[in-house]
C-alpha cells in the first residue's frame, strides 16, 4: 500500500512519515488514484520537491497495485 511504501521510506531514510509525504496528500492521492505523470503531478503541485523525489515510485506502486 502507498501508507506501507511511505513508511518503509521514512524508516530507510530515518525520518518521520510525514516528511515522505503527508497523510492528507497521502490520502488524496489514494482517492483519485492517478494514472499518469501529470495527474500525479497536479495533485502534488503545492509540492513540488515531493513530486520530483517520489513521483515515479508513487505512479510505479499504484500501477503494481492495480495488478496491471
Same mark, same amino acid.
Given at each position: *500500500? ?8 521514512? !524508516? &530507510?531514510? $530515518? /525520518?518521520?512519515? &510525514? ?7 497521502? &490520502?488524496?492521492?489514494?482517492?483519485? !488514484?492517478?494514472? *499518469? ?9 503545492? /509540492?513540488?520537491?515531493?513530486? !520530483?523525489?517520489? $513521483? ?7 500501477? !503494481?497495485?492495480? $495488478?496491471?
Amino acid at each position: *500500500s502507498l501508507k506501507n511504501w511511505r513508511k518503509n521510506k521514512a !524508516n &530507510d531514510i $530515518g /525520518v518521520e512519515s &510525514d516528511v515522505i509525504l503527508p497523510k492528507d496528500l497521502i &490520502d488524496i492521492i489514494s482517492t483519485t !488514484n492517478p494514472h *499518469s505523470n501529470e495527474e500525479l503531478k497536479t495533485i502534488m503541485l503545492e /509540492v513540488p520537491y515531493r513530486f !520530483n523525489k517520489y $513521483g515515479i515510485e508513487i505512479l510505479e506502486l499504484l500501477y !503494481n497495485l492495480e $495488478g496491471l
